[in-house]
């Protein structure tokens, strides 16, 4: 009887695993419907796209009931099929998306134009961190400016990502030193 249930548990604990409240999932295909209720006959509350950051709320069947982050609390139902733990490429970080990609390019040719106009680098890397964040790592450089000429290139940047996101949904640009340590922010 004792094997029975360690067997039993060992069945069923992984299944209790998966439908846990709180967890973090991962749009997984390009586009989704969000829905009213956990089933196609259920009107589409809105899309999101691949990389969207979900929370777990509750399960029905093959589908989960979520709270989307970035939409203002919005909450619906995905089919359990089109959500995962990771993103689709396996990775924690977020997917390169056409913005963040807009915003890249922008921000590396401004870089390359602080390099050529000062002889400095002033940031060394931007990193998606998903969720209408983005990172950039300062240089000492940087970091030893005054306040006021710091301020003035972290706006600059966020106008960068604001123009490059273009939505109205939060969004925020974190300045790092080279150790990860939060130095500066900007959001909305």
């Not at 989960?64 to 089919?79: L, Q, S, Y």
Request: no cysteine.
């Amino acid at each position: 009887m004792k094997n029975f249930i360690v067997s039993l548990l060992i069945i069923l604990f992984p299944v209790l695993v998966l439908a846990v409240t709180g967890d973090t999932l991962y749009v997984q295909a390009n586009t989704v419907n969000m829905r009213e209720g956990p089933s196609t006959t259920h009107p589409v509350i809105m899309k999101l796209h691949k990389g969207h950051k979900l929370i777990e709320i509750s399960r029905r069947g093959s589908w989960v009931e979520v709270g989307a982050e970035r939409t203002n609390g919005k909450i619906g139902w995905i089919h359990s099929s089109l959500v995962g733990e990771k993103h689709s490429d396996g990775s924690t970080t977020a997917p390169e998306t056409p913005e963040f990609k807009r915003f890249e390019s922008a921000f590396n040719q401004l870089n390359a134009k602080i390099r050529r106009s000062t002889g400095y680098n002033f940031f060394t890397k931007s990193e998606n961190l998903g969720d209408g964040i983005v990172q950039v790592t300062a240089t000492d450089v940087w970091l030893s400016a005054p306040l006021a000429d710091r301020k003035s290139n972290l706006r600059t940047i966020y106008d960068m990502w604001d123009a490059a996101e273009k939505s109205d949904l939060p969004i925020a640009v974190y300045v790092v030193d080279e150790y990860g340590n939060q130095r500066m922010s900007l959001g909305r």
